[in-house]
T-cell receptor, first 116, second 112 residues
Framework: EPEVTQTPSHQVTQMGQEVILRCVPISNHLYFYWYRQILGQKVEFLVSFYNNEISEKSEIFDDQFSVERPDGSNFTLKIRSTKLEDSAMYFCASSVRWAPLGNEQFFGPGTRLTVL | KQEVTQIPAALSVPEGENLVLNCSFT??????LQWFRQDPGKGLTSLLLIQSSQREQTSGRLNASLDKSSGRSTLYIAASQPGDSATYLC???????????FGKGTKLTVNP
């Protein structure tokens, strides 16, 4: 069964460093998302992406964050200068069509980011 | 702003029991609602998606109901098994948006 994959599973970085989290969405999916979950807290939406553009972003997704689909399969989240409070589990998700039309969002296993 | 509450926060039951997990949301303008399970330190597994026009959706031993006007959804698990032990999250898809809004979840433990 097709699934969303994410690499690495765990990333440790120093404060102020740039990190890139990678995702491979399900192959026929067109809509892509990033969410994060700080330990012990709710899963929070960061950004949605379609047709090589950001379609929606939350207030968390500030200028330190960017997303890209560099090729036909990968979807990346870049954090330019990491802060301690960026430590969280980051989840990538994808859906076949625009989610409001009724398609499920399928989530990857997550990347645990630890900022020291 | 949509707020999602899940009650109870934790639930421990003996194997074989039928159980109900509750989810309430403050803004009824939703497109649909997904139920997920999350195992410790793992990703989110989609269990069911229920459209705003539907009242119920079933998958195996799981049955989700949705009462959009009252801002409630329930997940019914029949004949619970130890393998059902996980945290269950509900997430309505906000109207006019593409974002799922999550509750904190119900941590279920099914004891053999």
């Amino acid at each position: 069964e097709p699934e969303v994959t994410q690499t690495p599973s765990h990333q440790v970085t120093q404060m102020g460093q740039e990190v890139i989290l990678r995702c491979v969405p399900i192959s026929n999916h067109l809509y892509f998302y990033w969410y994060r979950q700080i330990l012990g807290q709710k899963v929070e939406f960061l950004v949605s992406f379609y047709n090589n553009e950001i379609s929606e972003k939350s207030e968390i997704f500030d200028d330190q964050f960017s997303v890209e689909r560099p090729d036909g399969s990968n979807f990346t989240l870049k954090i330019r200068s990491t802060k301690l409070e960026d430590s969280a589990m980051y989840f990538c998700a994808s859906s076949v069509r625009w989610a409001p039309l009724g398609n499920e969002q399928f989530f990857g296993p997550g990347t645990r980011l630890t900022v020291l | 702003k949509q707020e999602v509450t899940q009650i109870p926060a934790a639930l421990s039951v003996p194997e074989g029991e039928n159980l109900v997990l509750n989810c309430s949301f403050t803004d009824s303008a939703i497109y649909n609602l997904q139920w997920f399970r999350q195992d410790p330190g793992k990703g989110l597994t989609s269990l069911l998606l229920i459209q705003s026009s539907q009242r119920e959706q079933t998958s195996g031993r799981l049955n989700a109901s949705l009462d959009k006007s009252s801002g409630r959804s329930t997940l019914y698990i029949a004949a619970s098994q130890p393998g059902d032990s996980a945290t269950y999250l509900c997430a309505p898809l906000q109207g006019g948006s593409e974002k799922l809004v999550f509750g904190k979840g119900t941590k279920l433990t099914v004891n053999p």
